[in-house]
């Protein structure tokens, strides 16, 4: 079944070619202010001399925005934060309004990390709500899907991966899907060093965006598909050359420049 929706993707390289690649870090709950300063400046000063058509990004803890917002202000490099609240304003003790982060100049907010999913109970009708919330903001939604081991190896990857997706696609129009970037992570490989085959990934990417197509195929064929799971150095240039792989979300080796810098220069 994956196989077959793969295929049906391969056949639209022309689509392919007009979507730029997008490597984005997630720091998760890392760093203080001293050790950020020297990362956003080493990733700054790396990326300018490496990029070529790369657009480059790191999601920050929210508490280090402004720092994000001064240190890489002007540089090639965005700055997001990891999480929004699917509010707007009002007594959410905790949460942090995708306005808050627009405010500091945001370009990124992650919605629907598996660690949001499994720690915080976060369902995908939440996530649709929080990806419309930062669309609201000016923000760009990286909507965040994935299976565990276990789903996957009860065969059901393509109907938790396409719930998860649709649940976000229901709630937007055709023109706010457009704004989306979504990051294909199965959980199993997140921060465990298990990498998914090119293969593997590239039969997910193919089928989301198949997902995506029964809503609208231009759409579809333009917006960005990232992989995320133990993405690093040396397995990254297979992925990101797979045809439906326009970049990744990089979580333990976002938090090492010359990792980092490493995935960029892959690309
Ligand atoms: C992530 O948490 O989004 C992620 C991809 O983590 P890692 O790269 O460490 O697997």
Not at 45 to 53: D, N, V
Not at 55 to 77: D, E, I, K, M, N
Not at 198 to 214: F, G, S, T, V
Not at 224 to 236: E, V
Request: glycine share 10%; proline share 3%.
């Amino acid at each position: 079944m994956i196989g077959s929706l793969a295929a049906t993707t391969r056949q639209m390289p022309k689509e392919q070619a007009k979507r730029a690649k997008l490597v984005v870090g997630n720091w998760k709950m890392h760093g203080r202010l001293a050790e950020n300063a020297v990362l956003m400046q080493a990733v700054a000063a790396g990326a300018a001399t490496l990029q070529k058509g790369v657009r480059t990004a790191v999601c920050v803890p929210a508490p280090y925005l402004a720092q994000a917002q001064a240190l890489l202000g002007g540089s090639v490099v965005a700055w997001g934060v990891q999480d929004v609240s699917a509010h707007t304003q009002g007594a959410y003790t905790g949460e942090v309004a995708a306005g808050m982060a627009a405010d500091f100049e945001a370009t990124f907010a992650i919605v629907g990390h598996s660690e949001r999913r499994a720690y915080h109970g976060e369902h995908s009708d939440l996530v649709a709500v929080k990806a419309q919330r930062a669309l609201e903001a000016g923000l760009t939604p990286i909507v965040c899907v994935g299976e565990t081991l276990e789903q996957r190896d009860n065969g059901l990857t393509e109907q938790v991966v396409g719930t998860q997706l649709e649940a976000v696609l229901l709630v937007l129009s055709e023109a706010q899907a457009a704004k989306i970037v979504v990051a294909y992570e199965p959980v199993w490989a997140i921060g465990t060093g298990k990498t998914a085959t090119p293969q593997i990934a590239q039969d997910a990417h193919a089928l989301l965006r198949a997902r995506m197509a029964q809503k609208n195929a231009p759409v579809a064929a333009g917006v960005q598909i990232l992989y995320g799971g133990s993405m690093k150095p040396d397995n990254a240039k297979e992925l990101m050359a797979q045809p439906d792989i326009d970049g990744g979300l990089i979580g333990g080796a976002a938090l090492k420049a010359v990792d980092f810098l490493g995935i960029i220069q892959a690309v």
